[in-house]
């Protein structure tokens, strides 16, 4: 099925290792990005690319990096874990829908750094 | 910078009412505003998106109004009903960047 594809589902992590969450789209969309989900801080930007080859920095870029070297992955990686990194953290791709940007999200990863 | 504020953060309701979500906004300069849903342990869902030259749009028993000039946008439910359970959030893009800005949700639960 069509959409965005984001693994692992769970993991855990222990302070100071490295990571990287996976994020694929098949729709083709040029925009992609990093969110982050903690409970009363609603979503925060933490990446985000307009194409292949081109990234920049969200609201909350510290302690991560992300690479777009093809229009259909979109990989976010922790250099080394802290505590503070335990969010659910959500990709999205934007494409058109009748003439608007519409934002199709994964199912998000829950990431737990002990 | 902008923020986005969801006023109730939850809210109760028997089935069959309709209801109203209240989205509000600090700058007035948006590209559009979208509302999504977002199930437990799932991802969200796009319900309804507004560009910053329109007024409202309708998808069902959902209709989404905006108004830039005060900072408002507000999403009616007509005719509840218990699938319509979930939390519901606003975004905000500003304008010129492929980036939202989020408020903090609106938690729904509708009882048979």
């Known amino acids: 099925n069509a959409g965005v594809t984001q693994t692992p589902k769970f993991q855990v992590l222990k302070t100071g290792q490295s990571m990287t969450l996976q994020c694929a789209q098949d729709?083709?969309?040029?925009?992609m990005s990093w969110y982050r989900q903690d409970p009363g801080m609603g979503l925060r930007l933490i990446h985000y690319?307009?194409?292949?080859?081109?990234?920049d920095q969200g609201e909350v870029p510290n302690g991560y990096n992300v690479s777009r070297s093809t229009t259909e992955d979109f990989p976010l990686r922790l250099l080394s874990a802290a505590p503070s990194q335990t969010s659910v953290y959500f990709c999205?791709?934007?494409?058109?829908?009748?003439?608007?940007?519409?934002?199709?999200f994964g199912a998000g990863s829950r990431l737990t750094v002990l | 910078k902008q923020e986005v504020t969801q006023i109730p953060a939850a809210l109760s309701v028997p089935e069959g009412e309709n209801l109203v979500l209240n989205c509000s906004f600090t700058d007035s300069a948006i590209y559009n505003l979208q509302w999504f849903r977002q199930d437990p342990g799932k991802g969200l869902t796009s319900l309804l998106l507004?560009?910053?030259?329109?007024r409202e749009q309708t998808s069902g028993r959902l209709n989404a109004s905006l108004d830039k000039s005060s900072g408002r946008s507000t999403l009616y439910i007509a005719a509840s009903q218990p699938g319509d359970s979930a939390t519901y959030l606003c975004a905000v893009e500003d304008t010129g960047f492929q980036k939202l800005v989020f408020g903090t949700g609106t938690r729904l639960l509708v009882s048979p």
């Open positions: 690319s307009v194409g292949a080859g081109i990234t």
């Open positions: 729709m083709n969309h040029e925009y």
């Open positions: 507004i560009q910053s030259s329109q």
């Open positions: 999205a791709s934007q494409g058109h829908s009748s003439g608007a940007n519409v934002l199709t």
